[in-house]
């Protein structure tokens, strides 16, 4: 493994995570899955395509990798349509109010807002939907058993804000994976606090929260995961864990119960495997889109998940 972890600070638009880039690559899925760690900083909102009026509240996260890796739920959204046309103080938040993360961590630092908008060239489009003191599009989020909340949205307006302490730092534990989301950018925050939090990231020992790895650092359980990306085309990675070394048949069915593919039969060690399944049949031939199901034997369990091939 090249790197003990990497951070990434995205875009708001070109994102790394988009469907262009991960989900036909799964760069960063190898990565954690290689025992890297992953830091991620951004709004995300790129990622997710609702409607510039959409009403202020939370939407379900449906991006694959978000929902596997940073075991999102869902995320707290504003249309930019509907935030022009009804923002005035006192100002609702995601798209104005954010002054900084709050730790609810044990040694986590706080995180200032440090970056005056003022001085921007844009300020005269920018004063007019959210004030200097203040970013745009930081993500809140809802997330799921395998997240630890580390940071909460610190607001300008906590009587009207929406978000104000909503989790907006995660650290995401499974199996030996392990992450860190933040749903604002390194880039605006005050550059101390933004360095102590890289510092606390880059030292930080997972407690065992959400993690489901034993203390021998090995699965405890057969269990076969969501290929990633799904749908996909023309590549998908299966990932699963076995708990010590057994006999292995992985394999894909069409949707009538017909075996398309064997991928692997084998006797395999305790760990975590991928397993790349190119979309082809057993002659070689691609096969059509559709639903695909994958199945995973062992001499303790038989699991099965479902699959889709897009073309």
């Known amino acids: 493994m090249p790197y003990r972890m ?5 875009g708001m638009s070109e994102l790394i995570l988009s469907d262009f880039y991960e989900d036909a690559t799964a760069g960063f899925e190898r990565y954690l899955w290689s025992g890297g760690k992953l830091a991620y900083f951004g709004s995300l909102t790129g990622l997710e395509h609702h409607n510039a009026d959409a ?14 890796y940073f075991d999102l739920d869902s995320m707290f959204f504003i249309g930019a349509g509907w935030y022009a046309t009804h923002t005035e103080e006192p100002y609702i938040d995601s798209l104005a109010g954010f002054n900084g993360a709050l730790s609810v961590h044990d040694g986590a630092p706080d995180v200032r807002y440090g970056y005056d908008t003022s001085a ?12 200097h003191h203040s970013p745009p599009s930081v993500a809140a989020f809802k997330a799921g058993t395998n997240a630890e909340i580390t940071h909460i949205y610190s607001s300008l307006f906590p009587a009207s804000s929406m978000v104000h302490s909503a989790p907006v730092g995660l650290h995401i534990t499974r199996n030996r994976l392990e992450a860190f989301l ?6 605006y925050m005050d ?3 933004a360095r102590l939090l890289v510092d606390w990231i880059m030292s930080h020992t997972p407690t ?10 090995l699965p405890d359980r057969v269990a076969l995961h969501q290929n990633y990306p799904n749908p996909f085309n023309p590549f998908t990675i299966i990932t699963f864990d076995l708990p010590r070394r057994m006999e292995v048949r992985l394999e894909v069915f069409n949707i009538l119960g017909r075996r398309v ?3 692997t039969d084998q006797s395999l060690g305790a760990g975590s495997h991928q397993i790349t399944w190119n979309g082809d049949d057993r002659t070689g031939r691609k096969v059509a889109s559709g639903v695909y199901f ?3 034997t062992t001499d303790s369990a038989v699991e099965t998940r479902k699959m889709v091939v897009l073309k």
Do not use: C
Not at 6 to 10: A, L
């Open 182 to 187: 933040y749903g604002f950018h390194l880039w």
């Open 55 to 68: 009403l202020p509240g939370y939407y379900e996260f449906r991006h694959q990798f978000g929902r596997e």
């Open 261 to 263: 593919k064997l991928l």
């Open 6 to 10: 990497v951070i990434v600070d995205d």
């Open 294 to 296: 994958y199945r995973l």
């Open 120 to 131: 921007s060239a844009m300020v005269g489009d920018l004063q007019a939907l959210w004030p």
């Open 208 to 217: 065992g929260t959400g993690n489901d790895v034993p203390e021998s650092g």
């Open 191 to 193: 550059r101390s606090d």
